[in-house]
């Protein structure tokens, strides 16, 4: 039996979300002319300013997309649904953005967005475009911490994303930036649950079985395998679990400071996110830990996938600054503080 969706051809899909998308953010978005896959913020790029590229594969909405606008992201290219962008979207998301000062590509650690972005990088030289990468490796569940380089990138982009992407816009060098970012990285941390799965246009049959009393830690966004396999747990059993792992590797003393995120991975509503968080705030004042700041909702979705993950960033002064830093995306907007 086929899942519903509000679709009208599966192949379709990505771009006639892409003109819904540009269509209701004018003020904000812009697409790349003879690139519809290049979306660039009206009003980030500038002469002097590191360029700030992120990327990756549609279905995971408001990633990318959402978080490109000033402050934040200069452009994303985007791939078809949990698939990476070829070169030549990225190559044109480079030219728009750069201000003659580099431009960082950011993107989540996958095999196919780490070629492709790379293939460009290397055609983006031979312009004179001078190109560094950081890969976004938060997801504790899909390595060990003794190969950090092999984890994935999920939901904590949001937090790593705008810091990088307000030390672009405080116009640091492009030393600094990458040096952020690099760091925003290192101290963010990520672990999901998945409940049920999600469906891709083309098919319109889900990508993976759970069985109907069974939930998997540390699943993937695009249905890879996660951690853990086993019965239904309650909203508290859960959040501990997800947060006691995020704790233990974050090792932080009392006092320290947090960004907080609970995230829904496509059909888990708010009430079920709030319950979560609740639970994550005692959690966290036991700990004696402060939140600076805190979100809620869907911020790096897998379709309609049932789910939501718990994304933590360890601050320090200076990535509380960036964090604090105003953007103004279509999806997501601060101002001194989030």
Same mark, same amino acid.
């Given at each position: 039996?086929?899942?519903?969706?509000?679709?009208?051809? @599966?192949?379709?899909?990505?771009?006639? #979300?892409? *003109?819904?998308? &540009? +269509?209701?953010?004018?003020?904000?978005? /812009?697409? =790349?002319?003879?690139?519809?896959?290049?979306?660039?913020?009206?009003?980030?790029?500038?002469?002097?300013?590191?360029?700030?590229?992120?990327?990756?594969?549609?279905?995971?909405?408001?990633?990318?997309?959402?978080?490109?606008?000033?402050?934040?992201?200069?452009?994303?290219?985007?791939?078809?649904?949990?698939?990476?962008?070829?070169?030549?979207?990225?190559?044109?998301?480079?030219?728009?953005?750069?201000?003659?000062?580099?431009?960082?590509?950011?993107?989540?650690?996958?095999? @196919?967005?780490?070629?492709?972005?790379? #293939?460009? *990088?290397?055609? &983006? +030289?031979?312009?004179?475009?001078?190109? /560094?990468? =950081?890969?976004?490796?938060?997801?504790?569940?899909?390595?060990?911490?003794?190969?950090?380089?092999?984890?994935?990138?999920?939901?904590?982009?949001?937090?790593?994303?705008?810091?990088?992407?307000?030390?672009?816009?405080?116009?640091?060098?492009?030393?600094?930036?990458?040096?952020?970012?690099?760091?925003?990285?290192?101290?963010?941390?990520?672990?999901?649950?998945?409940?049920?799965?999600?469906?891709?246009?083309?098919?319109?049959?889900?990508?993976?079985?759970?069985?109907?009393?069974?939930?998997?830690?540390?699943?993937?966004?695009?249905?890879?395998?996660?951690?853990?396999?086993?019965?239904?747990?309650?909203?508290?059993?859960?959040?501990?679990?997800?947060?006691?792992?995020?704790?233990?590797?974050?090792?932080?003393?009392?006092?320290?400071?947090?960004?907080?995120?609970?995230?829904?991975?496509?059909?888990?509503?708010?009430?079920?996110?709030?319950?979560?968080?609740?639970?994550?705030?005692?959690?966290?004042?036991?700990?004696?830990?402060?939140?600076?700041?805190?979100?809620?909702?869907?911020?790096?979705?897998?379709?309609?996938?049932?789910?939501?993950?718990?994304?933590?960033?360890?601050?320090?002064?200076?990535?509380?600054?960036?964090?604090?830093?105003?953007?103004?995306?279509?999806?997501?907007?601060?101002?001194?503080?989030?």
């Amino acid at each position: 039996m086929k899942t519903k969706k509000l679709i009208n051809e @599966g192949a379709a899909a990505v771009d006639e #979300m892409l *003109a819904g998308i &540009l +269509a209701a953010h004018p003020r904000h978005l /812009r697409a =790349v002319e003879g690139s519809p896959r290049s979306i660039v913020a009206n009003h980030g790029p500038r002469t002097g300013k590191v360029g700030l590229v992120i990327g990756g594969g549609s279905g995971h909405e408001p990633t990318f997309l959402g978080f490109v606008g000033k402050g934040l992201a200069d452009a994303a290219a985007i791939g078809n649904v949990f698939a990476s962008p070829p070169p030549d979207p990225i190559i044109e998301c480079a030219k728009a953005a750069d201000g003659g000062a580099g431009v960082l590509f950011m993107y989540g650690n996958y095999a @196919g967005d780490v070629m492709n972005f790379d #293939m460009a *990088a290397e055609m &983006l +030289a031979m312009d004179d475009i001078e190109v /560094r990468t =950081v890969l976004t490796t938060d997801d504790i569940a899909s390595a060990p911490i003794a190969q950090k380089e092999r984890r994935r990138g999920v939901a904590g982009n949001v937090f790593i994303f705008k810091a990088a992407g307000a030390a672009c816009d405080l116009m640091y060098g492009f030393d600094d930036v990458e040096r952020v970012a690099r760091w925003a990285n290192e101290r963010t941390y990520t672990m999901g649950v998945a409940l049920s799965p999600c469906s891709l246009p083309q098919t319109r049959k889900p990508n993976f079985e759970i069985g109907e009393d069974e939930m998997e830690i540390g699943m993937g966004i695009h249905g890879e395998p996660g951690v853990a396999r086993g019965p239904m747990k309650s909203a508290d059993e859960v959040t501990s679990e997800l947060a006691g792992k995020i704790l233990d590797e974050m090792k932080p003393a009392r006092g320290d400071r947090v960004a907080v995120l609970v995230n829904s991975l496509g059909s888990t509503p708010l009430m079920e996110l709030y319950i979560m968080m609740r639970k994550l705030k005692a959690m966290l004042d036991d700990a004696g830990l402060v939140i600076h700041v805190s979100l809620v909702g869907n911020y790096c979705t897998s379709l309609e996938m049932a789910g939501a993950s718990i994304t933590l960033m360890h601050l320090d002064d200076e990535l509380q600054r960036l964090i604090d830093h105003p953007c103004d995306c279509a999806m997501f907007r601060s101002g001194e503080a989030l």
